[in-house]
């Protein structure tokens, strides 16, 4: 019922001209229907990835908004500035903005309420901490990250559940504590919306996914797709997980 979406997070890599042979690389690869794809390159190559991706069925993200639409805000870009290059989604809360520059639950909702509000798709991450996690407050922190969530429009949401403990270490999660975390966070999810519009929610694990683990990650239930940072960097290996999840939503 949920389609799989595969999302690429460039981060801080890829300047203009590398965004443009990546995505001529990733156009000239075979389409996969069944599964939705999305980049998110930096700020200053989306309005060439924005050009390169006219009339394809890739989205483009940008990695971060900010919740108004004009005013005093040095270094921000509001949600409208996104729309006008030709940006459709958001990526909202990632774990790098929380550590290295404060982003809070408020502020990701405010951003994903925003950025909603004028048209963008967001995808909005969570995830435990390494310490969270060995004192088993996984699920305590969880509840605390979607607790808000509700206020969003449901439709135009993904959450992306990312453990910060296997953020670009190497280190993933296995395909059961993947599907734990999802399963609670649809629980979570069920509660902020509704069952019906919970089960219609994509959640996607992020958190050192590669071609070589996409297969068993992708299989478990709850997880609907991916949000990749290293990985995606390379359009065989970024490739080869959308591969993955064309197989596993042909039931392979
Ligand atoms: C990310 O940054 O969202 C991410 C999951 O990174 P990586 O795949 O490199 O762990």
Redesign the pocket.
Same mark, same amino acid.
């Given at each position: 019922m949920r389609k799989f979406l595969i999302a690429g997070?460039w981060?801080m890599h890829k300047g203009v001209s590398e965004t443009s042979a990546f995505i001529e690389s990733l156009l000239a690869t075979d389409p996969t229907p069944a599964v939705d794809v999305v980049v998110s390159p930096p700020f200053t190559s989306l309005p060439t990835a924005a050009m390169l991706l006219t009339g394809s069925e890739i989205g483009l993200a940008a990695q971060n908004v900010h919740w108004e639409s004009s005013g005093a805000f040095t270094g921000e870009l509001s949600s409208e500035m996104l729309v006008e290059i030709g940006a459709s989604w958001v990526?909202v809360g990632? @774990?790098?903005r929380r550590t290295l520059f404060g982003e809070t639950d408020r502020t990701a909702r405010d951003r994903a309420r925003a950025a909603q509000q004028a048209g963008l798709k967001v995808i909005y991450?969570i995830g435990e901490t390494l310490e969270e996690r060995e004192s088993e407050r996984t699920f305590e922190v969880l509840e605390s990250q979607t607790d808000g969530l509700g206020a969003l429009e449901s439709a135009e949401l993904v959450v992306?559940y990312?453990p910060v403990w *296997? +953020?670009?270490?190497g280190r993933t999660a296995s395909p059961e504590q993947a599907q734990e975390a999802h399963a609670f966070v649809r629980g979570c999810l069920e509660r902020a919306f509704s069952t019906e519009r919970a089960e219609s929610i994509r959640i996607l694990y992020?958190? @050192? /996914?590669?071609p070589t683990n996409a297969h068993e990650l992708l299989s478990k239930p709850d997880v609907d797709g991916? /949000? +990749?940072?290293? *990985? @995606?960097l390379d359009v065989d290996s970024f490739s080869a997980i959308i591969r993955a999840a064309a197989e596993c939503a042909a039931g392979e």
């Open positions: 997070n981060k990526i990632h @774990s790098e991450c992306a990312e *296997a +953020i670009g270490t992020g958190g @050192s /996914l590669k991916g /949000l +990749i940072g290293g *990985a @995606s």
